[in-house]
């Protein structure tokens, strides 16, 4: 960890101005994801913009019956609220099947979404890593890449988003909320927010430097049923393999995603329009174009299986 | 006091406090925080410097330059230690590597420099500063690549053994047997994975040093240490009272011990190191991963006529194998065999001592290949491993086990498990998305006898204290021996004050090998008998027929207070134990019957314990709480060797990649169920006067083996590459949709 300076901000306006003042400030909320990455000297921030205590963790109903979620409600707040519970549970199914109970009592909801990936030669620093430095070349390619993503990679990142929550914004429509340094608000659509690595796999999402993401909002509730389920090596406290985030109609139609598999929460509109015909026809679709190692290939099967599996619950 | 005849009835048969289910005595300082460890240790010493250990980045070559002017120059840096500026330490105790020192580097991340400075965070920020040039050597990191350059090895813990142990005619049997086996099996490279890193404070003072650790034999630190550093063992005083787990790990000195007493010595004040966990899994020692080849011929009835055994090992030239032929041995009973182990160089971490080294992975795969062979013979696979006891060493015929119940493990869990519930037919059980399965495995593992000594003390206000430099690593060392002295004095447990840990006290066993407690409870028993002697003599008894019970000495009509004894002062005995040759005549050893099931997703082949069971014989359980509480941690473990522990090579470079506990899974709360734990009850007069054997390993012998058959009960899927992970099932799992 480097030496850094640290502030608490006053307002929002306040952060927002205070990191984009300053080339390597960053916002600190809950820090699970952050304070790791400084002790390995992954992030190096001159200055913390502290923003823990800004009114900005409320959760409340929309005029039109949505949801909207404050950038700093805990992982535990939003899936333990009751209109979550009820309207949306594929998202807090999906956020309890993350990290620990700890965890989620500090992670909040835009800090979790914006976690860094866990490409295991990201953290090894002695290694090339295109996101930690850009031109610097992929030591994941070639090496051990069992965790890694299948589908939207490219010649230099084929790191994967392990996120959970994500996955399940991404099929409930979500947006995402900021606010500029020049103060003016903009939206996000959560599809958006992840970008996929192409030729600079160190631009990871479209916030200006100081932008600030006050707010997820949820559209109104889909119906349906809903299903999260998350595939790993061992039954808690471990990230995804593979992991399906579902909202399903009674008439066959539905929404679905993948996690773990792609540099970001994986949903293909025109695959989910398969649904009707089955898993394998969802998952060919969604899949095309995957370029796995021969480590990770399993990862397309398993995806077909879990949304089978989904599928059939969702039958029972 | 040495042992050479067996046991006859003695004080501890008594078993009014040994055998009963005390909690453990240090349990309130634990779960208080209060039971400091060596990193904590502020209550010894004040204002320490902290130490960062720079690793390698290259598995094989040489360090040819190290800029540290940049870290030297760094906000709170005291001094930076850089290998090029030390000779290579000799290797210690049970090791063939030097752990700093010297150009030469033999592993990834091998200590090449530590950074000392005024507080962790200044130490660990100024290491990134260091520039290191290397002159790399390509890696030889494959062990399936290097098989074929392996050589013949001896038993570096059996060297009676020849390289290739035979007996009959191996070859002829196999070719003559009607029913056969010849199957490949592997297992992975492990890491120890313990919560508590190794950590070390040091400090010196007119040239002796002092240093608090974590080590699990207190003398073998010692001696390597004082050897390392060029000085007298006496010279050096090691305190190692609480230990947070070891396996294996810290049974030989690692580099943070050696950089604690170095950066001490350079910046003049007290220093604290500890391996960082990224840093665990290659600059310590692992389990080394093994290709085991094994060959059944049995007769129709399920008569093993013909047993061979050859595991292919890995590991830094010079260094040890890990003996997996060491329980086929001894198993089971077969006129003809042939064992052998060869051994490849690998750039690798020292693969070296992990809770049961040997018997846990070779056991991995030779009790698949007999549920294999159960199957061949349409025999169920309890009925088959009863078949094939034997009550002799299949080397000596005329060496019989001194107490060996395997058959009676086997029978009453197979009882208890609802064993006739099984399907013998893969794929036939079935609860809704889950294919059920059960499995089962026999369990062996030897009992190690150690000499171990400890000092009793009667205090005047009738307290015993009992001091030995035993440790407890998280084991209940405290507590057996705090019922042990209770026990022998006719005290109150919580009369007795044990101090361990100290190189200051008595050398005992240590903890390993599960030696710990059968040896160390023997040496408190010599102490204990002497010290009865001293109390008799004083109070004017025939120290013979003395019987020492409720705080009284008593012998026929007479009965005296034992506070009487030290009217004059206090009574101090020290005494240990040591074995004369009963293990020629004998076989001392363990054993378990396994049983697991497990229920695997038909579309997704995640896999989930449903209950597991373990019928454990180990002589006389001292202390059946600690006691279940060691079994089921091993049957953790082996719920973890079974499904999902395994360091992933990065064959190129040559490391480890997943070196820290998120990337290494072991098994979490969720993976593990109520696990069910039976000993029996069979008391060993030829082990020790405690007539009790190891019981710190056997739960995890045969553990993984157990869960492996129940996943190809219920699958059909056998899985001969260990971890079973899902990616191995997925392409013969029911069809999905």
Same mark, same amino acid.
């Given at each position: 960890?480097?030496?850094?300076?640290?502030?608490?901000?006053?307002?929002?306006?306040?952060?927002?101005?205070?990191?984009?003042?300053?080339?390597?400030?960053?916002?600190?909320?809950?820090?699970?994801?952050?304070?790791?990455?400084?002790?390995?000297?992954?992030?190096?921030?001159?200055?913390?913009?502290?923003?823990?205590?800004?009114? @900005?963790?409320?959760?409340?109903?929309?005029?039109?019956?949505?949801?909207?979620?404050?950038?700093?409600?805990?992982?535990?707040?939003?899936?333990?609220?009751?209109?979550?519970?009820?309207?949306?549970?594929?998202?807090?199914?999906?956020?309890?099947?993350?990290?620990?109970?700890?965890?989620?009592?500090?992670?909040?909801?835009?800090?979790?979404?914006?976690?860094?990936?866990?490409?295991?030669?990201?953290?090894?620093?002695?290694?090339?890593?295109?996101?930690?430095?850009?031109?610097?070349?992929?030591?994941?390619?070639?090496?051990?890449?069992?965790?890694?993503?299948?589908?939207?990679?490219?010649?230099?990142? *084929?790191?994967?988003?392990?996120?959970?929550?994500?996955?399940?914004?991404?099929?409930?429509?979500?947006?995402?909320?900021?606010?500029?340094?020049?103060?003016?608000?903009?939206?996000?659509?959560?599809?958006?927010?992840?970008?996929?690595?192409?030729?600079?796999?160190?631009?990871?999402?479209?916030?200006?430097?100081?932008?600030?993401?006050?707010?997820?909002?949820?559209?109104?509730?889909?119906?349906?049923?809903?299903?999260?389920?998350? %595939?790993?090596?061992?039954?808690?406290?471990?990230?995804?393999?593979?992991? $399906?985030?579902?909202?399903?109609?009674?008439?066959?139609?539905?929404?679905?995603?993948?996690?773990?598999? =792609?540099?970001?929460?994986? #949903?293909? /509109?025109?695959?989910?329009?398969?649904?009707?015909?089955?898993?394998?026809?969802?998952?060919?679709?969604?899949?095309?174009?995957?370029?796995?190692?021969?480590?990770?290939?399993?990862?397309?099967?398993?995806?077909?299986?879990?949304?089978?599996?989904?599928?059939? /619950?969702?039958?029972? | 006091?040495?042992?050479?005849?067996?046991?006859?009835?003695?004080?501890?048969? #008594?078993?009014?406090?040994?055998?009963?289910?005390?909690?453990?005595?240090?349990?309130?300082?634990?779960?208080?925080?209060?039971?400091?460890?060596?990193?904590?240790?502020?209550?010894?010493?004040?204002?320490?410097?902290?130490?960062?250990? $720079?690793?390698?980045?290259?598995?094989?070559?040489?360090?040819?330059?190290?800029?540290?002017?940049?870290?030297?120059?760094?906000?709170?840096?005291?001094?930076?230690?850089?290998?090029?500026?030390?000779?290579?330490?000799?290797?210690?105790?049970?090791?063939?590597?030097?752990?700093?020192?010297?150009?030469?580097?033999?592993? !990834?991340?091998?200590?090449?420099?530590?950074?000392?400075?005024?507080?962790?965070?200044?130490? #660990?920020?100024?290491?990134?500063?260091?520039?290191?040039?290397?002159?790399?050597?390509?890696?030889?990191?494959?062990?399936?690549?290097?098989?074929?350059? =392996?050589?013949?090895?001896?038993?570096?813990?059996?060297?009676?053994?020849?390289?290739?142990?035979?007996?009959?005619?191996?070859?002829?049997?196999?070719?003559?047997?009607?029913?056969?086996? +010849?199957?490949?099996?592997?297992?992975?490279?492990?890491?120890?994975?313990?919560?508590?890193?190794?950590?070390?404070?040091?400090?010196?003072?007119?040239?002796?040093?002092?240093?608090?650790?974590?080590?699990?034999?207190?003398?073998?630190?010692?001696?390597?240490?004082?050897?390392?550093?060029? &000085?007298?063992?006496?010279?050096?005083?090691?305190?190692?009272?609480?230990?947070?787990?070891?396996?294996?790990?810290? @049974?030989?000195?690692?580099?943070?011990?050696?950089?604690?007493?170095?950066?001490?010595? =350079? $910046?003049?004040?007290?220093?604290?190191?500890?391996?960082?966990?990224?840093?665990?899994?290659?600059?310590?020692?692992?389990?080394?991963?093994?290709?085991?080849?094994?060959?059944?011929?049995?007769?129709?009835?399920?008569?093993?006529?013909?047993?061979?055994?050859?595991?292919?090992?890995?590991?830094?030239?010079?260094?040890?194998?890990?003996?997996?032929?060491?329980?086929?041995?001894?198993? !089971?009973?077969?006129?003809?065999?042939?064992?052998?182990?060869?051994?490849?160089?690998?750039?690798?971490?020292?693969?070296?001592?992990?809770?049961?080294?040997?018997?846990?992975?070779?056991?991995?795969?030779?009790?698949?290949?007999?549920?294999?062979?159960?199957?061949?013979?349409?025999?169920?696979?309890?009925?088959?491993?009863?078949?094939?006891?034997?009550?002799?060493?299949?080397?000596?015929?005329?060496?019989?086990?001194? /107490?060996?119940?395997?058959?009676?493990?086997?029978?009453?869990?197979?009882?208890?498990?609802?064993?006739?519930?099984?399907?013998?037919?893969?794929?036939?059980?079935?609860? +809704?998305?889950?294919? @059920?399965?059960?499995?089962?495995?026999?369990?062996?593992?030897?009992?190690?006898?150690?000499?171990?000594?400890?000092?009793?003390?009667?205090?005047?206000?009738?307290?015993?204290?009992?001091?030995?430099?035993?440790?407890?690593?998280?084991?209940?060392?405290?507590?057996?021996?705090?019922?042990?002295?209770?026990?022998?004095?006719?005290?109150?447990?919580?009369?007795?004050?044990?101090?361990?840990?100290?190189?200051?006290?008595?050398?005992?066993?240590?903890?390993?090998?599960?030696?710990?407690?059968?040896?160390?409870?023997?040496?408190?028993?010599?102490?204990?008998?002497?010290?009865?002697?001293?109390?008799?003599?004083?109070?004017?008894?025939?120290?013979?027929?003395?019987?020492?019970?409720?705080?009284?000495?008593?012998?026929?009509?007479?009965?005296?207070?034992?506070?009487?004894? %030290?009217?004059?002062?206090?009574?101090?005995?020290?005494?240990?134990?040591?074995?004369?040759?009963?293990?020629?005549?004998?076989?001392?050893?363990?054993?378990?019957?396994?049983?697991?099931?497990?229920?695997?997703?038909?579309?997704?082949?995640?896999?989930?314990?449903?209950?597991? @069971?373990? $019928?454990?014989?180990?002589?006389?359980?001292?202390?059946?709480?600690?006691?279940?509480?060691?079994?089921?941690?091993?049957?953790?473990?082996?719920?973890?060797?079974?499904?999902?522990?395994?360091?992933?090579?990065?064959?190129?470079?040559?490391?480890? &990649?997943?070196?820290?506990?998120?990337?290494?899974?072991?098994?979490?709360? =969720?993976?593990?169920?109520?696990?069910? %734990?039976?000993?029996?009850?069979?008391? +060993?007069?030829?082990?020790?006067?405690?007539?009790?054997?190891?019981?710190?390993? *056997?739960?995890?012998?045969?553990?993984?083996?157990?869960?492996?058959?129940?996943?190809?009960?219920?699958?059909?899927?056998?899985?001969?590459?260990?971890?079973?992970?899902?990616?191995?099932?997925?392409?013969?799992?029911?069809?999905?949709?």
């Amino acid at each position: 960890m480097r030496p850094f300076t640290y502030e608490r901000a006053a307002s929002t306006a306040a952060a927002v101005a205070a990191v984009a003042a300053r080339p390597g400030a960053r916002f600190i909320a809950g820090g699970t994801n952050l304070l790791d990455l400084m002790k390995v000297q992954i992030e190096t921030p001159a200055h913390l913009v502290d923003i823990r205590h800004l009114p @900005l963790r409320g959760i409340e109903d929309t005029p039109d019956g949505g949801l909207r979620i404050g950038a700093l409600a805990t992982n535990t707040e939003v899936a333990s609220h009751p209109r979550v519970k009820r309207d949306y549970g594929v998202l807090a199914r999906a956020i309890v099947a993350g990290a620990t109970g700890q965890l989620r009592n500090k992670a909040t909801t835009a800090g979790n979404l914006l976690q860094r990936n866990r490409c295991p030669y990201f953290y090894e620093t002695t290694l090339p890593c295109n996101k930690r430095q850009p031109g610097s070349g992929c030591a994941a390619l070639g090496g051990v890449t069992r965790s890694l993503a299948v589908v939207g990679t490219s010649p230099h990142c *084929i790191a994967q988003n392990p996120g959970d929550m994500a996955v399940a914004l991404r099929i409930l429509d979500a947006t995402v909320e900021t606010v500029r340094p020049d103060g003016s608000p903009r939206t996000i659509a959560i599809g958006d927010v992840h970008l996929l690595p192409g030729d600079n796999p160190e631009i990871e999402h479209p916030l200006a430097p100081g932008e600030l993401i006050t707010a997820v909002t949820l559209p109104r509730p889909p119906g349906g049923t809903h299903h999260y389920h998350k %595939v790993r090596d061992r039954a808690s406290y471990a990230f995804a393999i593979v992991s $399906v985030a579902a909202v399903l109609q009674k008439d066959g139609t539905g929404r679905v995603a993948f996690g773990s598999v =792609a540099p970001r929460p994986w #949903r293909v /509109e025109a695959a989910e329009a398969l649904l009707p015909h089955g898993p394998a026809a969802v998952v060919t679709t969604a899949f095309q174009g995957a370029t796995p190692t021969a480590e990770n290939a399993f990862k397309i099967p398993l995806a077909a299986r879990t949304l089978a599996l989904v599928l059939a /619950e969702a039958r029972a | 006091m040495k042992f050479d005849t067996p046991a006859g009835q003695n004080s501890i048969d #008594r078993m009014r406090i040994v055998g009963r289910p005390f909690r453990r005595v240090d349990g309130v300082r634990k779960v208080t925080g209060t039971a400091p460890y060596a990193y904590e240790r502020h209550d010894a010493v004040t204002d320490p410097a902290y130490g960062w250990i $720079v690793g390698a980045t290259i598995a094989r070559g040489r360090v040819t330059r190290i800029d540290a002017a940049a870290v030297r120059a760094a906000p709170g840096v005291l001094a930076v230690l850089t290998t090029l500026e030390h000779d290579a330490a000799p290797p210690g105790f049970r090791t063939t590597l030097h752990l700093f020192g010297g150009a030469e580097v033999r592993h !990834y991340h091998q200590a090449v420099a530590l950074v000392v400075a005024k507080t962790f965070e200044e130490a #660990r920020a100024a290491a990134h500063l260091v520039r290191i040039d290397y002159d790399a050597e390509p890696v030889r990191c494959d062990l399936a690549a290097e098989a074929h350059k =392996a050589v013949p090895v001896a038993d570096r813990d059996s060297p009676d053994y020849p390289e290739v142990d035979r007996i009959g005619d191996f070859a002829a049997a196999l070719a003559a047997a009607p029913v056969t086996l +010849d199957e490949t099996y592997t297992t992975p490279d492990q890491t120890h994975g313990m919560m508590e890193p190794h950590a070390t404070t040091a400090a010196w003072h007119d040239g002796q040093l002092t240093i608090w650790t974590s080590a699990q034999v207190v003398s073998w630190h010692r001696n390597s240490l004082a050897q390392a550093l060029g &000085i007298a063992r006496e010279d050096v005083r090691l305190e190692a009272p609480f230990i947070g787990g070891g396996f294996g790990s810290k @049974l030989i000195m690692r580099s943070d011990a050696l950089l604690a007493a170095l950066g001490a010595r =350079a $910046v003049g004040r007290p220093c604290k190191v500890a391996l960082q966990r990224p840093l665990i899994a290659n600059n310590g020692t692992r389990r080394a991963g093994t290709i085991q080849r094994i060959r059944l011929g049995a007769t129709h009835d399920g008569r093993l006529t013909a047993i061979g055994h050859h595991s292919v090992n890995g590991n830094l030239p010079g260094a040890y194998t890990e003996a997996a032929i060491a329980p086929t041995r001894l198993i !089971y009973g077969a006129p003809n065999r042939e064992l052998s182990m060869t051994l490849a160089a690998l750039d690798l971490a020292e693969g070296n001592d992990m809770r049961a080294p040997g018997e846990a992975p070779g056991l991995m795969a030779l009790e698949i290949a007999m549920d294999e062979m159960a199957e061949k013979l349409g025999i169920d696979p309890v009925a088959l491993r009863i078949r094939n006891d034997t009550q002799v060493d299949p080397r000596k015929p005329q060496r019989r086990f001194s /107490e060996r119940h395997l058959i009676e493990c086997l029978t009453v869990g197979a009882e208890r498990f609802g064993w006739a519930r099984r399907h013998p037919v893969p794929g036939s059980m079935r609860d +809704d998305h889950w294919l @059920l399965g059960m499995g089962m495995a026999a369990g062996f593992r030897q009992n190690l006898l150690m000499p171990s000594g400890a000092r009793v003390r009667l205090e005047q206000d009738g307290r015993l204290s009992v001091e030995t430099d035993m440790t407890d690593i998280g084991t209940g060392s405290y507590t057996i021996l705090a019922q042990t002295a209770a026990e022998m004095m006719g005290l109150p447990v919580d009369a007795v004050t044990v101090r361990l840990g100290d190189s200051a006290y008595p050398e005992a066993a240590g903890s390993g090998g599960q030696f710990g407690a059968n040896n160390a409870m023997s040496g408190l028993y010599a102490a204990c008998t002497t010290l009865r002697a001293s109390v008799a003599a004083r109070l004017g008894f025939n120290a013979e027929d003395v019987e020492f019970a409720g705080g009284m000495v008593k012998a026929g009509s007479r009965s005296v207070p034992l506070r009487d004894a %030290v009217e004059a002062g206090p009574l101090t005995a020290e005494d240990r134990i040591t074995y004369g040759d009963l293990d020629k005549d004998f076989v001392q050893a363990t054993f378990a019957a396994q049983f697991a099931e497990v229920a695997v997703n038909r579309f997704t082949g995640e896999m989930r314990i449903r209950r597991m @069971l373990a $019928v454990i014989d180990a002589g006389r359980v001292l202390n059946p709480l600690t006691a279940r509480s060691q079994v089921i941690g091993a049957m953790t473990m082996g719920v973890g060797a079974a499904l999902m522990e395994a360091l992933a090579v990065d064959k190129r470079h040559g490391f480890f &990649i997943n070196h820290d506990l998120g990337g290494y899974e072991v098994p979490v709360h =969720a993976d593990i169920p109520h696990l069910d %734990v039976v000993f029996l009850d069979h008391p +060993d007069p030829v082990s020790s006067p405690m007539k009790a054997k190891g019981i710190g390993e *056997i739960g995890l012998c045969g553990a993984a083996a157990a869960v492996a058959n129940a996943v190809y009960n219920a699958t059909g899927i056998r899985v001969r590459d260990y971890p079973i992970t899902l990616d191995k099932l997925l392409d013969r799992l029911p069809r999905a949709a």
